[in-house]
Antibody
Framework: QVQLVESGGGMVQPGRSLRLSCAAS????????MHWVRQTPGKGLEWVAL????????YYADSVKGRFTISRDNSKNTLYVQMDSLRAEDTAVYYC?????????????WGKGTTVTVSS | DIVMTQSPDSLAVSLGERATINCKSS????????????LAWYQQKPGQPPKLLIY???TRESGVPDRFSGSGSGTDFTLTISSLQAEDVAVYYC?????????FGPGTKVDIK
C-alpha cells in the first residue's frame, strides 16, 4: 500500500545539524512532488518545504530558508531534509507528505512523523 | 502569505448533531482560469498524522464518509459534519494551496458534548 515512513529525528543541541529521511513505497515516487510539514507540540501545522517531482524546483518557508535544504533521491524512493543551524523553535514533529498532482499542492498521503527536539 | 483563520477554536456537539467549522482566507483562493477553490480540509486525531478529507473546497476524498461536506468560495469556507459520530473527535484544519507558501488554519477541536 502507499506508505511514507520518516526517520532521523532525535534530540540535538542548538546550532547543530540533523538530516531527516522519508522512505516512500507503494507508488511511483518519481512522479510526485513532496512536502515537509511540521507540527510543534500542542500547536498547529506549519509548512516547511516543497520539492518538485524531479528535484529541480525547491521552495522553503521563510522560517527555515537558508538553514534547511530539501532534496530527493528518486533511485532510492527517498525524500530528505537537511536541517542546519537548528534552533529551539525548530522543535516539532516533522511529516513528509505527498503532493496529489503537479501544481496542486495539497497532501493526500502523510507519514506518521519523526520528532525533532532542539535543546541544550 | 495567505493567512488562514478558523472559527470556533473548539466546539462540543452531541452525538448525531451537526458540527460546523468556518475557515477564512486573507485573500481569495479561487483561481479564475479553472473556477476552482484551492482549499482543503484535514482531520487529525491524537497521535496521528493529518488525514485529507476534502479538496477543491467541496470534493470528498475517496473513503471519506458522506456526513463530511465542504462548501464556500473565494475567502469563506465551511466544513460540516452532518451527524457527529464518536470517531469524528479530532482537530480539523483548513489549508490553502493557491500559492506557495501553502498555509494552514490554526485548527478547530471537535469534541462530544
Amino acid at each position: 500500500q502507499v506508505q511514507l515512513v520518516e526517520s532521523g529525528g532525535g534530540m540535538v543541541q542548538p546550532g547543530r545539524s540533523l538530516r531527516l529521511s522519508c522512505a516512500a513505497s507503494g507508488f511511483t515516487f518519481s512522479n510526485y512532488a513532496m512536502h515537509w510539514v511540521r507540527q510543534t507540540p500542542g500547536k498547529g501545522l506549519e509548512w516547511v518545504a516543497l520539492i518538485s517531482y524531479d528535484g529541480t524546483n525547491k521552495y522553503y518557508a521563510d522560517s527555515v530558508k537558508g538553514r534547511f535544504t530539501i532534496s530527493r533521491d528518486n533511485s532510492k524512493n527517498t525524500l530528505y531534509v537537511q536541517m542546519d543551524s537548528l534552533r529551539a523553535e525548530d522543535t516539532a514533529v516533522y511529516y513528509c507528505a505527498r503532493v496529489v498532482m503537479r501544481g496542486v499542492n495539497f497532501m493526500d498521503v502523510w507519514g506518521k512523523g519523526t520528532t525533532v527536539t532542539v535543546s541544550s | 502569505d495567505i493567512v488562514m483563520t478558523q472559527s470556533p477554536d473548539s466546539l462540543a456537539v452531541s452525538l448525531g448533531e451537526r458540527a460546523t467549522i468556518n475557515c477564512k482566507s486573507s485573500q481569495s483562493v479561487l483561481y479564475s482560469s479553472n473556477n476552482k477553490n484551492y482549499l482543503a480540509w484535514y482531520q487529525q486525531k491524537p497521535g496521528q498524522p493529518p488525514k485529507l478529507l476534502i479538496y477543491w473546497a467541496s470534493t470528498r476524498e475517496s473513503g471519506v464518509p458522506d456526513r463530511f461536506s465542504g462548501s464556500g468560495s473565494g475567502t469563506d469556507f465551511t466544513l460540516t459534519i452532518s451527524s457527529l459520530q464518536a470517531e469524528d473527535v479530532a482537530v480539523y484544519y483548513c489549508q490553502q494551496y493557491y500559492t506557495i507558501p501553502v498555509t494552514f488554519g490554526p485548527g478547530t477541536k471537535v469534541d462530544i458534548k
